[in-house]
């Protein structure tokens, strides 16, 4: 991964996972650094299913910095993108990549072009995988050492929780500058491998508010914001983390539904109100009790973030059941021919009567659109097969990638 | 009103009126006294548009206790029905009524017939408006002096602020006996003639958690509750009632929307969580805050009790601009020539095109069923004519009111 002085080309490609927070980042107590009120834990998704990709090449020949999102060129302008290049850089000059000739690296301009395998309008986290890609394959193309998951936060706060596979926790920090404010891997993926995902996506709508503008109203207006930073979020943190290394699953998904449910009260009591849930969503929530009620024990849990989707967590053993619940009550609609559940495969089991007696809730055909069935994965991957590249020798995208 | 002892038959028929809290009852520390753990306070709503009306009767003919409602017969034993008689008929052997012969009166059976002017089913406070007038027409047929607001809270909580006109405030109390959490008049509905609503049903669907039960669950599970009740609702109190006083409607109005939203903010904290609000509510919440934008100033409040349906704060030189607005983003259905706005006349103003260019919101055909367009309005009364008793001769109910 050496830099040498008389390089005019190079590229480095790789993928980065999203991530789903169990317990909730809302709220920023720096807004420019990125440090947050709280923290907050994550569980990082395969990348089969959800990942974002990118690829990124400095060039002697390049005569300023670009960008390319899903094929569609960007402005690299926006202060976070800056944030994250002029980070990148500082630590290549301060810490010395290998082979030296540091400035020459820097000093170079770079082309960016990224792309997820999901669609971006989902409103699943694509900026956290993302910003967590760019950050990876940044250090890789300069390469940086050490710690990283700082650098991805002043891109997008949850981003520094994708640097890592597994179970991740994004530290508050105490300091000013931010500098212990970092991500750390709480477990591996390979700790809990029962552990799986149904991404119910419900409507592919722009919410109305931003989580960024939302987070910053929430910690201005709500009352019950504070109280919720203060008294509740750091004690369900250590019960959360104790419960994932206990594999404690009940415990898991209860705190999760509590955090997903107080992460939207907040926003309700938010000034003007933040909603984000629709009856859609109110509805899977209903239906994930019911079944729990229905099996005699906590066995599935919802969590939603700034949008309608639900992130369901359940263990490999209850899959195909809940498939077929959520089947049942959510019959899909015609999607020309597209299937209803995607990723990994589900050996559905067909309702039975007896779980249906206990459920006393509507059925409501294509309210959830499709399902992503997913399981934990690991941090982002350099992609070593150069045919992989999304960008082309001259620095462009490469076509398939438009 | 005195009762005398050859008396062998007596009526009284009283109204009274509906209430919405714009400081929420949400949570009891005492549920058999039903003392609730924070103040609220509420505005009294006129009569002639939402009122209970009931006729109590005894008579020495009555082999027992027995109560019709809005025509259909259902049983007294319930805690209650049990809890208002039993306290109602103590206070009269206790101070004794006018004239004597408590025993005779007391041991009489009595006959209950109450009806109210509007759907039961629309959500509506009904519970409210009952207790208040079934425990206003007994202490007026037994001839019982003094403070009634208790009893009546005994029945429901928040029948206690109706026993009051105008803007009511329900005391938390101190003692364990209940006796100090009575409601007191704040102001009269003379204070404020400006001060209008529109209730606006969205749905007469059964809501799926019943507040008594809803409430218990939120002081039981919700962690934000107890911060609401310590840190942040009698605050609210003061504020609310020097905003009444000074008749300042922006502050009047923001705080009945920050109680509302916090109040369905502890209920979406509860576990399970419990939803009242809608996607219609919401729709409703973002057009009073989008209207409130487009004039330049809190003109318009909203505020939900258990249920969907808004009830909307305004002044009267407001009604017709945004009820005009309200036709427009939710046209009224069919409904077989029913009137879309019922109550008070509404001189409603044509949308304008810089109202509508200001407001991003879709249209919503029927979301809306219809409006109730009410005022301010006074306590209980006593309706004097007997051809208005809903009660006949013999003990029955009168036939129309069936």
């Known amino acids: 991964m050496s830099v040498k002085m008389d390089e005019t080309f190079r590229c480095v490609t790789c993928t980065a996972p999203v991530n789903i927070a169990v317990i909730k980042y809302w709220g920023k107590r720096n807004e420019k650094l990125i440090l947050p009120t709280n923290p907050s834990l994550s ?39 800056q944030n994250v290049l002029k980070e990148v850089r500082r630590r290549v000059r301060k810490r010395g990549a290998p082979g030296g000739g540091n400035e020459v690296d820097t000093s170079r301009h770079i082309h960016i072009v990224s792309e997820n395998n999901f669609p971006t309008a989902a409103g699943l986290a694509s900026s956290a995988a993302g910003y967590a890609c760019l950050v990876y394959s940044l250090c890789k193309l300069y390469g940086v050492q050490g710690e990283i998951s700082d650098i991805a936060r002043q891109g997008s706060g949850s981003a520094c929780r994708s640097i890592y596979g597994g179970y991740v926790l994004w530290k508050t920090g105490d300091l000013m500058d931010g500098t212990d404010s970092f991500a750390e891997q709480v477990a591996p993926e390979s700790h809990w491998p029962e552990m799986r995902s149904l991404i119910c996506v419900v409507s592919d709508q722009k919410k109305h508010v931003g989580s960024t503008e939302g987070m910053q109203t929430t910690v201005l207006t709500s009352e019950l914001m504070q ?73 599935v849990a919802y969590t939603f973030d700034a949008g309608p989707n639900a992130c369901l967590y359940l263990l490999k053993e209850d899959v195909p059941r809940v498939m077929g619940l959520l089947r049942h009550f959510f019959p899909p609609a015609q999607r020309n021919g597209e299937p209803f559940v995607t990723g990994l495969p589900v050996d559905e089991l067909p309702v039975t009567e007896s779980d249906l007696a206990g459920i006393s809730l509507p059925q409501s055909e294509g309210a959830i659109k499709y399902v992503i069935h997913t399981k934990v994965g690991p941090g982002p991957q350099v992609v070593t097969d150069p045919s992989e590249s999304l960008i082309d020798a001259d620095g462009s995208p490469k076509q398939k990638s438009s």
């Open 43 to 81: 569980v990082t998704l395969g990348q089969d299913e959800l990942r974002a990709k990118t690829s990124v090449a400095f060039s002697s020949k390049y005569t300023e910095d670009r960008m390319w999102l899903n094929g569609k060129e960007e402005s690299v302008s926006s202060q976070r993108i």
């Open 227 to 299: 109280h919720r930073v203060d008294g509740v979020v750091s004690q369900r943190t250590d019960d959360m983390i104790e419960a994932i290394m206990a594999r404690d699953f009940p415990t898991f998904a209860k705190i999760t539904m509590q955090e997903s449910n107080q992460l939207h009260a907040v926003c309700l009591d938010t000034y003007p109100p933040i909603f984000y849930m629709t009856d859609t969503s109110r509805l899977i929530v209903r239906l994930v009790h019911a079944i729990n009620d229905v099996l005699g024990d906590i066995k």
